[in-house]
Nanobody
């Protein structure tokens, strides 16, 4: 079965950086677009970044452009989200997602808290 496991979250001060990882299993990772989403308390889940199956094209939410970078290593079945210049508005649970045959599969999420 499809499984996604996120890691790398934590508490960071404003202006700091984190790198999130999402390891996929149970599907042929290199065939699929991968996306990162986040959900802050009291807000809807929003798409943060996406990367094509080959890793040759990416897209970002306007709120993170220039600060976040999505990448993938198909040999390791892993997608990453490098987050720089973090600010308190980036505080959220971050999830990775894959869509397979019209169904969305999510990881359990990893908490990112930006606070001094």
């Amino acid at each position: 079965q499809v499984q996604l496991v996120e890691s790398g979250g934590g508490l960071v001060e404003p202006g700091g950086s984190l790198r999130l990882s999402c390891a996929g299993s149970g599907f042929t990772f290199r065939y699929y677009v991968m996306k990162w989403y986040r959900q802050a308390p009291g807000k809807e889940r929003e798409m943060v970044a996406g990367v094509t199956s080959a890793g040759d094209s990416t897209n970002y939410a306007d709120s993170v452009k220039g600060r976040f970078t999505i990448s993938r290593d198909n040999a390791k079945n892993t997608v990453y989200l490098r987050m720089n210049s973090l600010n308190p508005a980036d505080t959220a649970v971050y999830y990775c997602k894959v869509r397979q045959w019209g169904s969305d599969y999510w990881g359990q999420g990893t908490q990112v808290t930006v606070s001094s």
